[in-house]
Protein backbone atom coordinates (compact mmCIF):
# COMPACT_ATOMS: atom_id res chain seq x y z
CA UNK A 1 0.00 0.00 0.00
CA UNK A 2 1.24 3.84 -0.92
CA UNK A 3 2.12 6.00 2.00
CA UNK A 4 2.14 9.69 1.83
CA UNK A 5 4.50 11.33 3.98
CA UNK A 6 4.43 15.29 4.25
CA UNK A 7 7.19 17.76 5.82
CA UNK A 8 8.58 21.25 5.44
CA UNK A 9 6.01 22.76 7.68
CA UNK A 10 6.36 25.21 10.53
CA UNK A 11 6.13 28.58 11.79
CA UNK A 12 7.25 32.00 9.45
CA UNK A 13 6.55 35.46 9.43
CA UNK A 14 4.30 37.44 6.58
CA UNK A 15 6.03 37.49 3.56
CA UNK A 16 8.20 34.60 4.12
CA UNK A 17 8.75 31.24 2.34
CA UNK A 18 8.73 27.64 3.15
CA UNK A 19 9.21 24.42 1.25
CA UNK A 20 6.84 21.43 1.78
CA UNK A 21 7.62 17.80 0.64
CA UNK A 22 5.85 14.71 0.20
CA UNK A 23 7.70 11.18 -0.07
CA UNK A 24 5.72 8.49 -1.17
CA UNK A 25 6.82 4.89 0.46
CA UNK A 26 5.13 1.41 -0.06
CA UNK A 27 4.41 -0.38 -2.78
CA UNK A 28 3.72 1.87 -5.85
CA UNK A 29 0.58 2.73 -8.15
CA UNK A 30 0.53 3.80 -11.49
CA UNK A 31 -0.25 7.87 -10.25
CA UNK A 32 -2.53 10.13 -12.78
CA UNK A 33 -2.08 13.21 -10.30
CA UNK A 34 -0.86 14.63 -6.80
CA UNK A 35 -1.89 17.31 -4.87
CA UNK A 36 -2.09 19.54 -2.18
CA UNK A 37 -4.62 20.68 0.47
CA UNK A 38 -4.97 22.90 3.24
CA UNK A 39 -7.43 22.85 6.40
CA UNK A 40 -8.50 24.66 9.01
CA UNK A 41 -10.33 23.66 12.50
CA UNK A 42 -13.83 23.79 11.45
CA UNK A 43 -13.68 24.14 7.49
CA UNK A 44 -13.53 21.78 4.47
CA UNK A 45 -10.32 20.57 3.43
CA UNK A 46 -9.16 23.02 0.73
CA UNK A 47 -7.42 22.11 -2.87
CA UNK A 48 -4.53 24.14 -3.04
CA UNK A 49 -2.48 23.27 -6.18
CA UNK A 50 -2.19 19.95 -8.16
CA UNK A 51 -0.10 18.75 -11.11
CA UNK A 52 -0.73 15.85 -13.38
CA UNK A 53 1.65 12.86 -13.28
CA UNK A 54 2.30 12.70 -16.71
CA UNK A 55 1.38 15.69 -18.89
CA UNK A 56 2.91 17.93 -15.88
CA UNK A 57 0.17 19.96 -16.19
CA UNK A 58 -0.44 22.30 -12.99
CA UNK A 59 -3.36 23.54 -11.14
CA UNK A 60 -4.01 26.16 -8.43
CA UNK A 61 -6.67 27.85 -6.18
CA UNK A 62 -6.88 31.33 -6.88
CA UNK A 63 -5.83 32.82 -3.68
CA UNK A 64 -2.23 31.22 -3.85
CA UNK A 65 -1.50 32.07 -7.81
CA UNK A 66 1.87 33.99 -8.34
CA UNK A 67 2.69 32.90 -4.57
CA UNK A 68 2.94 28.93 -4.88
CA UNK A 69 4.60 26.27 -7.23
CA UNK A 70 3.88 22.34 -7.36
CA UNK A 71 6.48 19.92 -8.84
CA UNK A 72 7.42 16.40 -8.62
CA UNK A 73 10.81 14.06 -9.05
CA UNK A 74 9.64 10.97 -9.98
CA UNK A 75 13.35 9.84 -9.06
CA UNK A 76 12.91 10.60 -5.94
CA UNK A 77 9.06 9.86 -5.13
CA UNK A 78 8.92 13.05 -4.00
CA UNK A 79 6.00 16.10 -4.38
CA UNK A 80 6.69 19.32 -3.39
CA UNK A 81 5.25 22.97 -2.64
CA UNK A 82 7.26 25.75 -2.65
CA UNK A 83 5.43 28.86 -0.90
CA UNK A 84 6.27 32.16 -1.03
CA UNK A 85 4.69 35.55 -0.10
CA UNK A 86 3.20 33.61 2.88
CA UNK A 87 0.08 35.36 4.62
CA UNK A 88 -1.88 34.74 8.29
CA UNK A 89 -4.62 33.26 5.87
CA UNK A 90 -2.65 30.43 4.49
CA UNK A 91 -1.99 29.22 8.10
CA UNK A 92 -3.10 25.63 7.94
CA UNK A 93 -2.42 22.03 8.00
CA UNK A 94 -1.46 21.12 4.91
CA UNK A 95 -2.21 17.45 3.15
CA UNK A 96 -0.59 15.85 -0.28
CA UNK A 97 -3.37 13.60 -2.00
CA UNK A 98 -2.60 10.81 -4.70
CA UNK A 99 -5.09 9.47 -6.88
CA UNK A 100 -3.85 6.20 -8.66
CA UNK A 101 -4.74 5.67 -12.46
CA UNK A 102 -6.99 3.29 -11.38
CA UNK A 103 -9.01 5.46 -9.09
CA UNK A 104 -9.12 8.41 -11.21
CA UNK A 105 -10.76 6.41 -13.91
CA UNK A 106 -13.98 5.27 -11.26
CA UNK A 107 -13.64 8.99 -9.77
CA UNK A 108 -13.36 11.56 -12.46
CA UNK A 109 -13.02 14.34 -9.95
CA UNK A 110 -11.79 17.91 -10.30
CA UNK A 111 -8.50 18.36 -8.80
CA UNK A 112 -9.70 20.92 -6.02
CA UNK A 113 -11.97 17.78 -4.74
CA UNK A 114 -10.56 15.59 -2.45
CA UNK A 115 -12.99 12.41 -3.04
CA UNK A 116 -10.82 12.71 -6.28
CA UNK A 117 -7.55 11.08 -4.17
CA UNK A 118 -7.46 8.30 -3.06
CA UNK A 119 -4.03 8.39 -0.79
CA UNK A 120 -3.27 11.04 1.79
CA UNK A 121 -0.64 11.92 4.29
CA UNK A 122 -0.77 12.81 7.78
CA UNK A 123 -0.25 16.50 7.00
CA UNK A 124 2.25 19.52 8.29
CA UNK A 125 1.38 22.21 9.84
CA UNK A 126 1.94 25.60 8.40
CA UNK A 127 1.67 28.77 10.60
CA UNK A 128 1.81 32.07 9.44
CA UNK A 129 2.15 35.35 11.88
CA UNK A 130 1.43 38.69 10.96
Known amino acids: QVQLAESGGGSVQAGGSLSLSCVSS????????MGWFRQVPGKEREGVAA????????SYADSVKGRFTISQDNAKNTLYLQMSSLKPEDTAMYYCGAASTAYAEVYAGRWYEDRSYNVWGQGTQVTVSS
Open 51 to 58: INTNSRDT
Open 26 to 33: GSTFRTYR
